[in-house]
């Protein structure tokens, strides 16, 4: 349920025209992957409603050797706020409710409820605290908790600021988008998504999920310690509902998406005010950047669970990746996907570990990885001054502010590196938009 916005994130891709799909190559990429303990995780890629490829690595379940398929489901995290914007879009198409109407309206003492819209949930400029950044989150997270439980919670939450004031992303707003569907239609949120998207695109795998059951075709997650996959904190999902309680597969993702965009789901003046970006988010929905090309979607994290959907309107291709156990970095695999099949250059990664040369410990220069957002940042001198890069995204300029202290004003982005006690550099934070992500430095 977490994620990150520096420059958008995610893609690059350099052509329009793309020479035919090579499957053999993704086939050894996953192969590679699943050899070296890097991921293990389901795949699906779709244009204008055929299947291009599909396939899945790894287990969904470890210690019963149960291996993953392609009909395996994921815990898809964040991915569930699309399908709650979408259901919240019918509903004012309905006139059961409207943009404008405020939270007041259902739950009056949840702070500064009378000025938050419908509207400013959405798309993430309410100010409601995110409840799951709090540490005592932590503490909680694997209990079931009922709504009043959670209304309790988030009523004795401070706003972190005023509604509409500028975005900045919270669950508690998607939480409470999950309730107010329950409380218009009187029926439970699993039942409209069933009702309102799964009947209409033909989804059989993707409903709210209950305690993960292996034997069932679901997967559990897992995180990578001591050159081994442990089992990874559980969440209840009682707690995520409406922001990440959704299972499914790759392949019905994909289905969902390009009903979406095929204007199945709302009608297109709700579709183009859902895509409305304004401070990073849309409504439900995450715009990616291309050289030149746009895509849409989301990403999504939950317990060692990583995910992404995305759509090239441009080419009517949608990419969706679900995984239970990750060592890499998804957005690394998702460029990857996308490089084997727009035809570009592609050479299969070597896992060789490597460690930091004695001269490189102290300088900034280097790779610094955040493992469980899957994300890696290049540092880099350019005479002299320095510069980041995100994997497969536009290097942008660093102002420094003093020694371990650099700024990207335009993006708003403030970057701290860290020392250890010998003076060697070891990490950086990297804050924008009210996050503060720490990334370690790699060999």
Same mark, same amino acid.
């Given at each position: 349920?977490?994620?990150?916005?520096?420059?958008?994130?995610?893609?690059?891709?350099?052509?329009?025209?793309?020479?035919?799909?090579?499957?053999?190559?993704?086939?050894?990429?996953?192969?590679?992957?699943?050899?070296?303990?890097?991921?293990?995780?389901?795949?699906?890629?779709?244009?204008?409603?055929?299947?291009?490829?599909?396939?899945?690595?790894?287990?969904?379940?470890?210690?019963?050797?149960?291996?993953?398929?392609?009909?395996?489901?994921?815990?898809?995290?964040?991915?569930?706020?699309?399908?709650?914007?979408?259901?919240?879009?019918?509903?004012?198409?309905?006139?059961?409710?409207?943009?404008?109407?405020?939270?007041?309206?259902?739950?009056?003492?949840?702070?500064?409820?009378?000025?938050?819209?419908?509207?400013?949930?959405?798309?993430?400029?309410?100010?409601?605290?995110?409840?799951?950044?709090?540490?005592?989150?932590?503490?909680?997270?694997?209990?079931?908790?009922?709504?009043?439980?959670?209304?309790?919670?988030?009523?004795?939450?401070?706003?972190?600021?005023?509604?509409?004031?500028?975005?900045?992303?919270?669950?508690?707003?998607?939480?409470?988008?999950?309730?107010?569907?329950?409380?218009?239609?009187?029926?439970?949120?699993?039942?409209?998504?069933?009702?309102?998207?799964?009947?209409?695109?033909?989804?059989?795998?993707?409903?709210?999920?209950?305690?993960?059951?292996?034997?069932?075709?679901?997967?559990?997650?897992?995180?990578?310690?001591?050159?081994?996959?442990?089992?990874?904190?559980?969440?209840?999902?009682?707690?995520?509902?409406?922001?990440?309680?959704?299972?499914?597969?790759?392949?019905?993702?994909?289905?969902?998406?390009?009903?979406?965009?095929?204007?199945?789901?709302?009608?297109?003046?709700?579709?183009?005010?859902?895509?409305?970006?304004?401070?990073?988010?849309?409504?439900?929905?995450?715009?990616?950047?291309?050289?030149?090309?746009?895509?849409?979607?989301?990403?999504?994290?939950?317990?060692?669970?990583?995910?992404?959907?995305?759509?090239?309107?441009?080419?009517?291709?949608?990419?969706?990746?679900?995984?239970?156990?990750?060592?890499?970095?998804?957005?690394?695999?998702?460029?990857?996907?996308?490089?084997?099949?727009?035809?570009?250059?592609?050479?299969?990664? /070597? @896992?060789?570990?490597?460690?930091?040369?004695?001269?490189? &410990? #102290?300088?900034? $220069? +280097? !790779?610094?990885?955040?493992?469980? =957002?899957?994300?890696?940042?290049?540092?880099?001198?350019?005479?002299?001054?320095?510069?980041?890069?995100?994997?497969?995204?536009?290097?942008?300029?660093?102002?420094?502010?003093?020694?371990?202290?650099? /700024? @990207?004003?335009?993006?708003?982005?403030?970057?701290?590196? &860290? #020392?250890?006690? $010998? +003076? !060697?550099?070891?990490?950086?934070? =990297?804050?924008?938009?009210?996050?503060?992500?720490?990334?370690?430095?790699?060999?």
């Amino acid at each position: 349920m977490k994620k990150i916005c520096i420059a958008s994130l995610l893609f690059l891709l350099n052509q329009s025209a793309f020479a035919q799909f090579d499957t053999t190559k993704l086939n050894q990429l996953l192969q590679n992957y699943e050899t070296n303990n890097k991921a293990m995780m389901s795949i699906a890629i779709t244009s204008k409603g055929k299947e291009l490829y599909k396939q899945a690595i790894g287990y969904s379940d470890v210690e019963k050797s149960i291996k993953a398929t392609t009909e395996t489901t994921y815990h898809i995290g964040s991915i569930t706020k699309m399908f709650t914007a979408v259901i919240m879009f019918q509903l004012i198409e309905e006139q059961k409710i409207s943009l404008q109407t405020k939270l007041s309206k259902f739950y009056p003492k949840l702070p500064n409820s009378e000025k938050i819209s419908i509207a400013h949930m959405l798309n993430h400029h309410s100010g409601l605290h995110n409840f799951v950044n709090d540490s005592a989150y932590l503490s909680y997270m694997s209990r079931p908790h009922t709504k009043k439980e959670l209304l309790d919670l988030f009523a004795n939450q401070e706003s972190d600021f005023e509604p509409g004031s500028k975005g900045q992303y919270s669950n508690t707003n998607y939480v409470l988008l999950g309730y107010i569907i329950e409380e218009l239609c009187g029926t439970s949120y699993n039942e409209q998504l069933q009702n309102r998207i799964g009947k209409k695109v033909g989804l059989q795998k993707t409903s709210i999920s209950g305690p993960i059951n292996s034997l069932n075709h679901e997967a559990i997650s897992y995180e990578f310690h001591n050159n081994e996959w442990q089992l990874a904190n559980q969440t209840d999902m009682s707690i995520p509902g409406g922001a990440g309680a959704i299972i499914s597969t790759p392949t019905e993702l994909c289905k969902f998406i390009e009903a979406l965009f095929m204007g199945k789901l709302m009608h297109d003046s709700s579709f183009q005010l859902m895509r409305t970006i304004d401070d990073y988010y849309g409504s439900g929905i995450l715009q990616f950047p291309y050289e030149r090309k746009k895509a849409y979607g989301h990403n999504g994290g939950l317990d060692g669970f990583q995910s992404m959907l995305i759509y090239i309107p441009e080419d009517s291709v949608s990419l969706a990746i679900t995984g239970n156990a990750w060592n890499y970095q998804l957005n690394n695999v998702a460029i990857a996907a996308l490089n084997i099949y727009y035809g570009k250059p592609f050479v299969q990664p /070597e @896992f060789s570990k490597k460690p930091i040369p004695e001269s490189n &410990k #102290k300088t900034l $220069e +280097g !790779n610094y990885m955040n493992e469980s =957002l899957g994300m890696k940042i290049t540092i880099r001198k350019v005479g002299e001054n320095y510069e980041a890069q995100a994997t497969g995204q536009n290097a942008f300029p660093l102002e420094k502010v003093n020694e371990l202290e650099y /700024e @990207f004003t335009a993006g708003g982005v403030k970057i701290i590196f &860290k #020392k250890d006690n $010998e +003076g !060697n550099i070891i990490s950086f934070n =990297l804050q924008q938009a009210g996050q503060d992500i720490r990334f370690n430095k790699q060999g």
